[in-house]
């Protein structure tokens, strides 16, 4: 009836549960003396015995029944609103924690969107289960027995009747509920992929359009909405038939109940206020197990998103060091023999020698795809699970607690995000106790100052996803600003300046160079002449650390460096050298 | 209120053919709520017998009751489903159309909006909807029915009987719903906004997640997650507390009409008018018909968060692109040259960002376009895209103005590559075959050589075949982008237009791929936006973007 991992989640927050359903409980009571109440003067009507004093004198007492079974409604209500929402967020809470720690490895075939549309919408749903499913479980194992208890105060036969309609329901949800259960998990799936598949259309629809795909990729949008259609609908057919099926137990048992009332009335064993009570109060019997069976449907789509969440949640956790990295002035990076695979066939770095101290701009270069990314979030600590090894001022990466080396490292990549906010949030992100002036003070120094001051906003305006709002050049720059905002160690550049121009290129460089006096700078980039001047530069060559040293070394040497620098310098020439001075210039 | 009747309106419009299954629905439903006060009027009729000593005719009661409860159970069923067919199929056409007026929006109104916003909408709003067409519709003829036929009932027992269930009809059923509607009706919309805004922010927390990890400011965002989630509840329970208050009243209204019945029966009984049975049967009749009435009661309630989505949709539905986009027009074939005159343009109401800009481009051409970053290439390449329509002066293409061409020739002409390289969460060769759903696996493989990624490829366990994760993040950022190009490779485009094609590779892919494109596009136009020199110098001529205008430096 109840999904034990599901209901074990709210342990807490049961007191909520417990008032929810003894609302519903005591409401269901008031509403049964107001019933004997009308059988009673209904009684005295059909009796002839009425006055008008009868119906006065019951009046107040019907007002005070209906005032308190609002009052006790509006509690039950709130109730469980509360307890839906404890679970809501409890469940909120773990998923977050989760994705954060599972972020920094690998999140295995759950991308974002889903993650999100299960957040949202499945969340959702669940709070339908805890709300409204779990209490009326309760609810109607207590209910249905006490007003049969009432009936068999005045006939016992009549309120036997009753009871052997009962086993006819359960009997018959647990039939649709099998059926149900592999419909009601495919009903979820389709409505996941629609969120999901739409998400990612809508935010590729530029490119669609340019080549023209976006009618097509709309065809299989249609197909995917008629697809989840169609698994509603399935859905739907089997809560029909049961609801169907239960309605027509529900009136024929009332039906049945009515007829026992009446035989028995008619050889005197059940006097008139019982035979009306068990009209009035029949049908009252089977609906809170009618009403559970028509939440059913919420019940299992509640539970297959609870699956998918769970399958989630339940993904190996890396356990990670307890080692605190401790906070010193000077850092030392070391590298030996380390290897690393994403997915432990392909090799992306094979014994890889490496090392950088606080005072040291190092330098990272290679072909695209050679792994230079990947060596860059071994350092900074989001990939773990390597091979040979990696230290820190001596400590082992693989011991230490990651948030330790998070507030020492800062890193900025293409895969940095921006978020949906102010610019001012957006900056604060780096700090949050910089003051504006600090916040504009950071704009100066990548360079960002005169587009600063052309924006009618200024720090409150807002940017778009991602930075959709701004250009290229604009973005790399305002992920700096921020980075430097926030003031740490060791920092990691990934080719922090390929979308912008080459004097925001020189300001920027001027920026790593200075933050070098102090601090540990490793810079990824293809533009050679930006790190000639690198402390140490190393070159990987598909995986493997082919040549390190100077600037100076290297291209006296042979190899893949000097390939590179004598490349670029063969194509920055070009055509036509003497525009090399003018192109410059901006 | 406007925007909410012309919305249903409009939703009502959708149904078009769809009607006949509408009215089908409620007639079944209306036969189905009928049938309960049947039912019980026969008890009430088996009381009556026994009362005045007939003789009990118990079996024709019971059956009576079993054939009612049938007819309950079918037509309840056929009511359901076609209600819901109705509307399930009205929410596809829904999402059909939600899609439609997205491709119209992309991409200038489509970057304003936030991404999970939009899926909020198509997932959770459309859903709502279909309390409307569902649980709207066919309740509200059916109540109307049942009201009536109740009244009608009523009154032959006595008009007095009539006049007091006219009376709760239209309180219960009517004016109690209409006053919650439009005293609640905001909260609706707010709930509604926040659920898309609470979307949209756990988008983008999952999102940046590596960055909110890295930046030590897990904390602060739970912070976030749970003050919005707290505000969306807020709204919900306050709704829900509505709605508990809505059943509470409902119900007592019943009650209390119910009593008022007997009220008026002990009356009528007394002063000899009536006989006891008759007010037996006006107390029940009206008590067992009150189902469909208090789901009119609750209607209102349920319709506050059903109308705000609908009114999200339909806005969405409804909002007017940037661009207007040529269904027909001049069919331009081939590329003769593009010219910009005297355009200004800036974004909405912000500052202008070009300034009389005068541009030519001819057949064969290959020029180079630089200047410092945020100057504007990149929105002279979408003004050429006709992403949007400059502010002021013209866009050309073969003398034509842009507005008059039809759209989608032209971008059959152009072929652009984006800054940002945009991959599908699919197969490397699916991501190619974007650019050409039609091209061979010769055709994706060359592309992929040209791009020189092949040799990468091969190396994969599945090679072509291999997955290349959510937004690419499974390939490193120069193994997207040159993805993103091959795509230009196996079409066949007359203007190329590129954006930092080589800005996230090596010196050595950048080579090649620059030649790669020169022999691919031999004798082709192409504009080449790059701030690397590297680039430019493949090109005939070069401009640089300063302050807004353009200005020829080679
Ligand atoms: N969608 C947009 N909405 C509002 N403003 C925008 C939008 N896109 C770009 N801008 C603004 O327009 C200006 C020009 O942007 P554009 O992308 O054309 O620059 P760019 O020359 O391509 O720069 P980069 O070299 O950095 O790519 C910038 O100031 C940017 O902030
Ligand atoms: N998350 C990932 N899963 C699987 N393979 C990956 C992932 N990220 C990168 N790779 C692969 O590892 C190789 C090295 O990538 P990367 O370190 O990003 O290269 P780069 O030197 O260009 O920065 C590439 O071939 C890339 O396809
Ligand atoms: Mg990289
Ligand atoms: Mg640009």
Known sequence: MINKRLFRLTKGARKWLFISVLNSYLSAVFYMASMLLFALLLQSILMGQTALWHVLFALPVLLALLFARMQTNGHMVAAAARYSNAARSMLRRRLYEKVSEQEIRDRGSFSASELAQTAAGGIDQLSAYFGRYIPQVFSTMLIPPTILLVLGVFNWVVALVLVLCVPLIPLSILVIRKLAKGQSRKYWRAYVSLGERFLENIRGLTTLKVFQMDETIHREMNQNAERFRTSIMQVLRGQLNSITVMDFIVYGGSGAGIAAGLIQASQGNLNLVGLILVLLLSTEFFLPLRYLGSLFHVAMTGVSAAERLFQFLDLPEEQYGEQKLSATSSYRIEAHELSFSYDGTRPILQSIDFEAQTGERIALVGQSGSGKSTLQRLVSGLLRGYKGSLTINGNEWRDLDPDSVFQQVGLMSSDSRLFTATLRENLRFGNPNAEDAALIAALERVNLRSFFDTLSGGLDTVLTENGGNLSGGQKQRLIMARLLLADRSIYLFDEATSNVDADSEEIMLDVMRALAQEKLVIVIAHRMYSIRDADRIYVLDRGAMVQSGTHETLISEEGAYKRLVEEEEKMEKGVCADEKNELGSH | ?554
């Not at chain 2, 103005?401 to 197969?427: C, H, K, W, Y």
């Not at chain 2, 982008?481 to 954006?499: G, K, M, T, Y």
């Open chain 2, 1 to 554: 209120m406007r925007r909410t009747s012309s919305a249903v309106i409009k939703l009502l419009k959708l149904a078009g053919p769809l009607t006949p299954m509408l009215l089908f629905s409620a007639f079944s439903g209306a036969v189905s709520s009928l049938s309960v006060p049947a039912i019980f009027l026969l008890g009430a009729y088996g009381i009556e017998k026994l009362l005045y000593g007939n003789p009990l005719i118990l079996w024709s009661v019971f059956g009576g009751m079993l054939v009612l409860a049938l007819v309950r159970g079918v037509f309840r069923y056929t009511e359901q489903y076609t209600g819901h067919y109705v509307a399930f199929r009205l929410l596809a056409k829904l999402r059909d159309q939600v899609f439609t007026a997205m491709r119209r929006l992309a991409p200038a109104k489509l970057e304003a909006r936030n991404s999970g916003e939009l899926v909020s909408t198509v997932t959770g709003d459309i859903e709502l909807i279909e309390v409307f067409y569902a649980h709207t519709i066919g309740p509200v003829l059916i109540g109307v029915t049942v009201s009536t036929v109740m009244t009608i009932v009523l009154w032959m027992i006595h008009p007095v009987f009539g006049m007091i269930g006219l009376a709760a009809y239209l309180t219960l059923g009517c004016v109690i719903p209409i006053i919650n509607y439009q005293h609640e009706k905001d909260k609706g919309t707010a709930m509604r906004r926040i659920a898309g805004q609470f979307h949209h922010l756990q988008l983008d927390i999952f999102s940046g997640i590596r960055d909110i990890r890295l930046f030590g400011r897990k904390k602060l965002y739970e912070q976030k997650l749970m003050n919005m989630e707290q505000e969306l509840s807020h709204e919900e329970i306050q709704l829900g507390k509505n709605a508990f208050f809505l059943r509470g009243l409902g119900e007592s209204g019943l009650l209390f009409f119910t009593f008022a019945i007997l009220f008026a029966g002990t009356i009528l009984v007394s002063s000899g008018i009536l006989v006891g049975s008759s007010v037996l049967y006006a107390a029940i009749a009206f008590f067992a018909s009150s189902a469909p009435v208090l789901a009119l009661n609750q209607l209102g309630n349920g319709l506050i968060p059903a109308f705000a989505a609908c009114r999200r949709v339909v806005q969405l539905i409804e909002e007017l692109p940037a661009v207007k986009e040529a269904a027909s027009g001049y069919e331009p074939s081939t590329f003769e040259d593009v010219e910009l005159g005297q355009v200004d343009f800036g974004y909405d109401d912000q500052p202008e960002i070009l300034k009389a800009i005068d541009f030519h481009l001819d057949k064969g051409d290959k020029i180079g376009l630089s200047g410092a970053s945020g100057s504007g290439k990149s929105t002279l390449l979408k003004l050429i895209m006709r992403f949007w329509d400059p502010t002021h002066g013209e866009v050309m293409l073969n003398g034509e103005p842009m507005t008059l061409i039809q759209t989608r020739a032209l971008r059959v002409i152009e072929g652009a590559s984006l800054q940002d390289a945009f991959l599908f969460n699919q197969s490397i060769a699916d991501n190619i075959r974007i650019g050409n759903p039609n091209a061979t696996d010769e055709e994706v493989a060359t592309a992929a050589e040209q791009v020189n990624l092949k040799q990468m490829i091969d190396r994969l366990p599945h090679g072509f075949e291999t997955k290349v994760g959510e937004l690419g993040d499974r390939l490193s950022t120069g193994e997207r982008q040159r993805l993103a190009l091959a795509r230009l490779f196996v079409r066949d485009s007359d203007l190329i237009l590129l954006d930092e094609p080589t800005s996230n590779v090596d010196r050595l892919n950048e080579h090649m791929i620059l030649r790669a494109l020169d022999e691919r596009f031999e004798g082709k136009s192409m504009l080449i936006v790059s701030h690397r020199r590297s680039a430019l110098n493949h090109t005939d001529a070069v401009y640089a973007m300063e302050q807004g205008r353009l200005k020829k430096i080679r």
